[in-house]
């Protein structure tokens, strides 16, 4: 009998992994791509062997973690870097390697067992990253979907990384180009508050940056500064 797994990700990325495998053969693939869609009922109906999460950043509902195998793929070397926006944590801390963790997802956020970890580069603008890792995850689900290996839980002392809130892409006082090429970049991401400044009532957000000849070469956006209601 065919066993049956789910693709949970909001992203295109994650959705051209899911093109992949529903193509096969010996197995059956579902995809959700909404919060709406991630209930135990349409859970139910599939009855899964694992859901598999790709770049998901809501939170799933304890009664799915309960009762089915949940695993979800973080971009850090647990239990270093758990919480939110890791990527742009491990670039502003500059990070240039990091680690591809899928763990098993439970309550507390990033801190289950570890199926398995792979090497993960941090080159790229941030959609680029995305990309990347969406296709070692692809490559690491198939490793669990084969293996069924048993998850080990994490040692250590255990760092935390806070979500980033829209307002601190507001560019910042920066010592170097360097650290300014890093920060547009690891916000250059659909869906994403890009990089910006605002001045004398306009609002200029930076994609694209490209650093070479000691200057930055970026695409800017300006529109102007939209008011808020009183």
């Known amino acids: 009998m065919n066993k049956k797994y789910i693709l949970v990700g909001s992203k295109p990325w994650n959705e051209a992994i899911f093109q992949q495998k529903k193509g096969s053969i010996s197995s059956r693939w579902y995809l959700i791509k909404s919060l709406e869609r991630l209930n135990l009922q349409t859970i139910q109906g599939v009855d899964p062997r694992y859901i598999f999460f790709l770049h998901w950043s809501w939170k799933v509902p304890e009664e799915i973690i309960a009762n089915y195998e949940c695993v979800c793929f973080h971009m850090t070397d647990v239990p270093y870097g758990r919480g939110g926006s890791p990527l742009q944590n491990l670039i502003i801390r500059g990070h240039q390697q990091t680690k591809l963790t899928a763990l098993r997802m439970t309550q507390e956020f990033d801190a289950g067992p570890v199926y398995l970890k792979e090497d993960l580069g941090l080159g790229g603008n941030a959609e680029e990253i995305y990309i990347r890792s969406t296709t070692l995850a692809a490559k690491m689900i198939e490793k669990i979907v084969a293996e069924e ?45 890009k990089a910006f400044i605002e001045h004398q009532g306009f609002r200029y957000e930076f994609s694209r940056s490209a650093l070479y000849d000691g200057r930055i070469v970026a695409d800017v956006t300006i529109a102007p500064i939209e008011e808020k209601p009183k």
């Open 149 to 193: 290996p048993t998850p080990i839980p994490q040692t250590g002392e255990a760092t935390i990384f806070k979500r980033r809130k829209p307002a601190e892409s507001a560019i910042p006082e920066l010592s170097s180009l360097s650290n300014l090429h890093d920060f547009i970049r690891m916000l250059d991401a659909e869906g994403y508050p």
